[in-house]
C-alpha cells in the first residue's frame, strides 16, 4: 500500500463524514502538500477494489467514500447530507424473499433532514 493510500484510509477511518474525493484531496494537501488530485482518485479505486474503503454513489452528487464498519445511510432529498444509521440487518429478510444467499446489501434512507424541514 502507497503512503498515501495509508493516509487516505486513516483520514476515512477516523472521520464521520461521507468525504468525496476533493474533499479527501483537501485534506490530505495539509500534510502533503505535493499531492495531486489524481493521485488521490487513484488511490481511492484501489482502496473500493481491494476492499478495504466503500463507495457511496448518489444520483446527482459526487461519489464519496467510507469506513468499511456495517451500517446504512440516510440521505436527505434536497441538501444531500449523508448520515449513518444502523437499522435491524436485513440480510436473512432479503435471503428469504430472493431464495438465494446474498453477499452483502447497501442500504440508502432518502429523507428530509430536520434542517430541511424546518425551511419548509
Known amino acids: 500500500m502507497t503512503k498515501y493510500a495509508k493516509i ?5 477511518n477516523q472521520s464521520d463524514r ?3 474525493a476533493e474533499q479527501l484531496f483537501f485534506e490530505l494537501k495539509k ?3 505535493k499531492v495531486v488530485l489524481a493521485t488521490v482518485y487513484n488511490n ?3 482502496l473500493c477494489q ?3 474503503i466503500r463507495r457511496l454513489s448518489m444520483e446527482g452528487s459526487a461519489d464519496r467514500f467510507d469506513k468499511l464498519k456495517k451500517h446504512d ?3 436527505c432529498k434536497k441538501c444531500g447530507a449523508v448520515s449513518d444509521q444502523s437499522f435491524e440487518d436485513l440480510t436473512k429478510d432479503l435471503e428469504k424473499q430472493l431464495g438465494e444467499a446474498i453477499v452483502s446489501y447497501d442500504l440508502k434512507v432518502y429523507y428530509l ?3 430541511c424541514r424546518e425551511e419548509r
Open 31 to 33: 500534510t502533503e502538500p
Open 18 to 20: 461521507h468525504m468525496t
Open 8 to 12: 487516505i484510509l486513516e483520514l476515512i
Open 44 to 46: 481511492l479505486n484501489t
Open 50 to 52: 481491494e476492499g478495504l
Open 113 to 115: 433532514c430536520p434542517e
Open 73 to 75: 445511510h440516510l440521505v
